[in-house]
């Protein structure tokens, strides 16, 4: 995998159903890709110990590059308000604190949470779903959500919620795995995801069948300009993308327009 690229802010079909899978004590190992919240969220619940670790080895690396990325994208300034959506631990939220930033994480997988309240007990690490968000209308300067839109039920709803807890002018910057550019390299990545990643997967994590339901869901998302066209139609403005790793991931940024 090569290493992070910095391209160009740009300008703005399902392949196939899985189903849930149960563990042997009932617990759901595997979302499917219709997305039930409750099948999601027990399915975070159940790697959130090894989560982050997971992460570091299937990307090669790279996950800590992108986190940088998003941190430089957000630009968060002493004072201002942000909301870290799906941050699942809160490490997502540490670049955001150290700027001086007031920063919510926000994840709807209680294990998670409290996975992550044991390492980050600075943090005001809150539950809410992506589509119903516990907070007043325009209560942020920036919100931001990595790796989590995808796994939301309801795309467009959350592209909404997001904009309605957003001050008129505010920000959202969203990282997400999107579509290499490059043909070739299009085509050895979608069979490192299908081939590889699941074996890795194995190896390292405490619930490898997650990380099939991982590779399924990235392959059955939108592409860059499909995605900048959701944010437009969901209400953002000055929506642009810039690729991220020859395309493998994707940071979609718009603002809200200043009369709200």
Known sequence: MPGLT???WGTPTPLRRVTAREGKNG?????????????????????AAKYD???????????????????AAVGA????????????????????????????????SIGMLREG????????????????LPFADGVFDA???????????????????????????????????????????????????MRALPPVAT?????????VY???SIRDWPDQPALAARMQGAGWTKVAWRNLTGGIVALHRGRKSDEG
């Open 143 to 193: 919100v931001t959500i990595s790796f989590g839109l995808r796994n939301v039920q309801d795309t467009d709803t959350a592209l909404r919620e997001l904009l309605r807890v957003t001050k008129p002018g505010g920000r959202v910057v969203i990282c997400e795995f999107s579509h290499p550019t490059w043909a070739p390299f299009r085509t050895v990545y979608t069979e490192y995801l």
């Open 77 to 108: 300034r002493p004072g201002e308000k942000l909301l870290d959506l799906a941050a699942g631990t809160g490490t997502s939220s540490l670049p955001f604190a150290a700027s001086g930033a007031y920063v919510v994480p926000c994840d709807f």
């Open 6 to 8: 910095g391209g160009r």
């Open 203 to 211: 190896a390292v994590s405490s619930n490898p069948d997650a990380y």
């Open 117 to 132: 309240k044991k390492r980050h007990r600075h943090l005001p690490l809150t539950a809410g779903d992506a589509t119903r």
């Open 53 to 71: 670790v997971t992460n570091d080895v299937l990307s090669l690396g790279q996950a800590r590059l992108w986190r940088k990325a998003v941190a």
């Open 214 to 216: 991982l590779a399924e």
């Open 27 to 47: 617990g759901v190992t595997r979302a499917s890709l219709e997305k039930q919240p409750h099948e999601v969220a027990a399915m975070f619940d159940g790697v």
